[in-house]
């Protein structure tokens, strides 16, 4: 890949039009707003280091975002779009300098309607779900950092998570209903994508304009509860996953299996989950709960943990054991684990995720997540790997590509090479719009270099 080294652009000037907006410009602070999660890869971990940011705006309101970009596009300076920094691709590291806008400001929710609400980039994701189960909804879906992470940085930077086995990704038809999004041409201006447009800027990585609103659609919301399972063998536990994945009477909004060693870095789970078993963490409508004993009898599995999941402050919230959270809760245990994201082929998926589970024992740890495809519930993982060098982890990145498996590379910070392999055509047409001089997060593709 080649990117052209950026010339040194006008900071002062630029600070100096950006009167009355709020500006950081204190070296630790522009240097800790200028991270993400990409610490979770040894691969990306070196590629980023000191690659910072020289300030940080934080927009109030989408006149003031206006007012960021017409000076950036003045004095030509890159600039990088931030969320909560929860991102694990380094989607949020400047490799260019310039200007972190931080959109965590702009945080009013709109409106709810039934089924639908419209919010502000930097709104949270549990924010927006609390407001939307006063009247009966909740969010389709939401990552496990959903305490944390803005919707925008969902949009632009994530893909799906606790609520993906009843409606499948992000980026699937009708997940994602309107988005404004502000330009960086000359004079920049406000675009609303509606419908199918949507998908030029979905997980476009910041790179495509800056979203301003978000308009989602929601789910009717449930009285959930919370469950922990343990299994003596691992396939019965994968087996369980699936046959509960394929219950559609039973309403349920996650299913993550953990093979044995996973489950003891769960801390504070430990006393429902026995050494050497393998578990199961469920969040169920407690509709469908009644009809779970059979299910889980018939797998050989045992119930050991019940909680209505509204119970707040009671426990832990299991839902923070899931998703890459199982990563954050192995690392703090042992730094030398990473990952991988997978999602296993529809035709063989538990008969692949079974051979793998054997031939890498321990070295690359199972963790499924349901997830529903195309109509078709399927195992995605986010297996635990005992890193060594990042020649053997592209190798068993590679082995999983040649079986079928479709890996979602979190050891990269290139689009191309990540989840989506190409940049799709549509994207790319409406960054020659929406930013012809390439400054947006620039570096992050292959297919573009950065116009200075
Ligand atoms: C422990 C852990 C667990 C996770 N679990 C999941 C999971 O279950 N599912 C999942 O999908 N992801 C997951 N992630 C990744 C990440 O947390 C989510 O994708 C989250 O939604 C990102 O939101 P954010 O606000 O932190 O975005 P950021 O990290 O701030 O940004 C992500 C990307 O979006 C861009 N962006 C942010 N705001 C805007 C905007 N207003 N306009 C244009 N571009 C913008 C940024 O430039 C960046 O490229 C996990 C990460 C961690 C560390």
Partial sequence: MTTTPVKSFDLEALINSLQGIEIITDSTQVAKLSQDYHTFSPVLVPKLAGKVGDVVVRPANE?????????????????????????????????????IVDMTRMHEICWVKPGIARVEAGVKLAALDKKARESGWEMRMAPSTYRTATIAGFVAGGSGGIGSIQYGLLGDRGNLIALRVVTLEDEPRVIELRGDDVQKVNHAWGINGIITEVEIPLAPAYPWVEVILTFPEFMAAAKFGQALADADGMIKKEIGIFASPIPQYFTPLRQYIPDDTNAALLLVAEQSLEFLPGLVEQYGGTITYQKQA???????NLLEFTWNHTTLHARTVDTSITYLQSIFPADKSLKLVEHMYHHYGDEVMMHLEFIRVNGTAIPAALQLVRYTSEERLNEIIHDHEEKGVFIANPHTYIIEDGGRKVIDPEQLKFKEMVDPYRLMNPGKSKALELKV
């Fill in 63 to 99: 006149q003031e975002v206006l007012k960021i970009a017409a000076a950036c596009v003045k004095y030509r300076i890159p600039v990088t779009i931030r969320g909560a920094g929860t991102g694990n691709y380094g989607q949020c590291v400047p490799l260019h300098g310039g200007v």
């Fill in 310 to 316: 509204q119970e707040v402050g009671k426990g832990a």
